[in-house]
């Protein structure tokens, strides 16, 4: 038997042995491929016609609703789910059907669909991204000239630090003799002359108060009638020494000596704040004593003239009970002033309103007519007495300041007189050569 298999053995080598291995392993290879072949094109033709009676629901809402109701088709049960407004997230996966979990309709049953943005998916913007996109697009701006109104930028740091920053840079300026003249919106800032005006509080003596420590307590508000702005007037920096600050406020007699004895300027220097603060704030007020002190001596901290404008409707808007003081104390008027919201009620009519509009404003509201000469007037027309507003305007006075005229040199009088005269010739009786006096 042995010798049998030997000898079929030596008609067959291992390489045949390894070919009949391979023709083996490509048939089934074939084989297989065949068959997934088959089994793909039978799932992509059937892919579509499949169904899933379990699974299947019908939308029976009514209407456009949020809420939307399904029927089970397998059970006949209703299901009502919130919809999907929140969109594809917002769906449930799942819902209950007589107490089993099933999977849920699909998002195309749903009727009424969109997306809402999460609260939580809103990011805080970084003030410093704002502001180079502020910068670009002021760029574009100035070539079209809409640039004026760009300026604004945005900052994570308080509006109090920037004043306490501003108020140290004018004390350095002061003590240098470099702070500058006239209008000071532009050196304060835009923010800070809206502090300015929200805190100003009138005074008797027609100043303004604003309790921050560089206007401090102004001199005084005027109207200019050529710009028809208000001028809040006042010294930069204006510090006053303890003497002179002690006649505009009530200091007890502790209160001068320890002030004095503190130093020269503390009392004007003492800067406003909470009560847990004093020290510090006291402390602060001592050191810029001896500053300034010392700066005078060599020159330095001295005053300028200096001034914030704004407009009435600024007045109004702002801080529209220093607008009421003023015009009290100015013109004795009380009472409201008028405004386009007034139209169309008996008090758009009233010439109380239009008096006080005037007063504040300069100028009458659009539209304005004499009282009475409008027949059946019910807030159609802004009414006023022409004697008030004349008084108004006699007792607004003059906008300009006056100027001292200069007394002419003889000479110039003596060419005025000449010029007067009927005769412009020579007087032949007059000598031209005047004999020289006797000195003996």
């Known amino acids: ?130 502001n180079k996109k502020l910068d670009a697009s002021q760029e574009f701006a100035q070539k079209v000239g809409a640039d004026e109104i760009m300026n604004a930028r ?25 702070l500058p003249e006239g209008k000071w919106n532009n050196y304060l800032g835009k923010s800070y002359v809206e502090y300015a005006i929200k805190n100003g509080t009138l005074l008797s003596n027609g100043g303004v108060s604003v309790g921050d420590n560089i206007i401090g307590s102004a001199g005084s508000m005027t109207f200019d009638r050529e710009s028809g702005k208000y001028k809040v007037n006042f010294k930069g ?17 502790f209160s001068k000596a320890l002030l004095n004895y503190l130093g020269t300027y503390t009392a004007d220097l003492v800067s406003a704040g909470p009560a847990w603060l004093a020290p510090l704030r006291t402390a602060l007020a001592i050191q810029a004593s001896k500053v300034l002190e010392v700066a005078k001596l060599f020159g330095g901290g001295k005053d300028v003239n200096a001034f914030i404008e704004f407009s009435p409707d600024d007045l109004e808007k702002l801080n529209p009970q220093l607008a009421k003081d003023y015009i009290q104390q100015k013109f004795g008027l009380t009472g409201p002033v008028w405004s386009p919201r007034m139209m169309g009620s008996p008090q758009g009519s009233n010439p109380k309103v239009t008096h006080n509009y005037y007063a504040l404003y300069g100028k009458l509201p659009p539209r304005s007519v004499v009282k009475g000469s409008v027949p059946m007037n019910f807030g159609d027309h802004p009414e006023y007495d022409p004697k008030v507003i004349a008084r108004i305007k006699s007792m607004r006075g003059s906008s300009k300041p006056k100027t001292q005229t200069k007394e002419p040199s003889k000479a110039v009088q003596t060419i005025k007189n000449i010029s007067k005269s009927k005769s412009i010739g020579f007087d032949r009786n007059d000598p031209i050569v005047r004999k020289r006096k006797d000195l003996t």
Not at 165 to 173: G, Q, V
Not at 237 to 252: A, C, H, P, R, W
């Open 154 to 178: 945005v900052s994570g740091e308080s509006t109090s630090t920037k004043r306490t920053i501003k108020a140290a840079e004018t004390l350095f300026k002061y003590l240098t003799n470099k």
């Open 237 to 253: 920096l204006g510090v006053d020494d303890n003497i002179t600050q002690f006649s505009k406020g009530e200091y007890n007699i």
């Open 1 to 130: 038997m042995a010798n049998r298999y030997s000898r079929i053995f030596h008609h067959i080598s291992i390489n045949d042995v390894k070919k009949n291995r391979e023709i083996m392993v490509e048939r089934k290879r074939v084989q297989e491929n065949k068959e997934i072949e088959e089994r793909n094109y039978i799932d992509e033709r059937m892919e579509n016609k499949k169904s899933n009676w379990r699974e299947s629901f019908t939308n029976v809402t009514v209407g456009m609703k949020v809420g939307q109701t399904f029927v089970h088709n397998a059970s006949g049960l209703p299901v009502t789910t919130a919809g999907a407004l929140g969109g594809v997230e917002t769906i449930p996966s799942t819902v209950s059907i007589a107490g089993d979990q099933v999977p849920g309709p699909d998002a195309s049953q749903y009727g009424l669909q969109g997306y809402a943005n999460p609260l939580n998916m809103i990011k805080k913007a970084d003030p410093d991204d704002t």
